[in-house]
């Protein structure tokens, strides 16, 4: 059973940035794919950043240019960039997980298995 632990969020005024974490548990992080999704107050979870296992990125219009996903295999962590925060940006963060080394992308929750509890971004104007 993969874990996924995030930290990171916290408060920030607009223009700032965050840097988030995420944490997995396993031997084989090398071939998961991860991603960061998030879910604004009364909204559905949407997507935000991806990386898949070879370390191919992709990334919502919304997100494009501000936001930068990476990740650290000998630390077994992804990590999420955030820069030029905007108000919009509020929303807990989840880190996502696939196995497999024939994935490319997912934007789609149902494209990952394992999911973090969370981590809250607040973005003040």
């Known amino acids: 059973q993969v874990q996924l632990v995030e930290s990171g969020g916290g408060l920030v005024q607009a223009g700032g940035s965050l840097r988030l974490s995420c944490a997995a548990s396993g031997r084989t992080f090398s071939s998961y794919n991860m991603a960061w999704f998030r879910q604004a107050p009364g909204k559905e979870r949407e997507f935000a950043a991806g990386i898949n296992w070879s370390g191919s990125t992709y990334y919502a219009d919304a997100v494009k240019g501000r936001f930068t996903i990476s990740r650290g295999n000998a630390k077994n962590t992804v990590y999420l960039q955030m820069n030029s925060l905007k108000p919009e940006d509020t929303a807990v963060y989840y880190c996502?997980?696939?196995?497999?080394?024939?994935?490319?992308?997912?934007?789609?929750?149902?494209?990952?298995?394992?999911w973090g509890q969370g981590t809250q971004v607040t973005v003040s104007s």
């Open positions: 996502a997980s696939k196995q497999s080394l024939t994935f490319v992308r997912g934007s789609v929750e149902s494209a990952y298995d394992h």
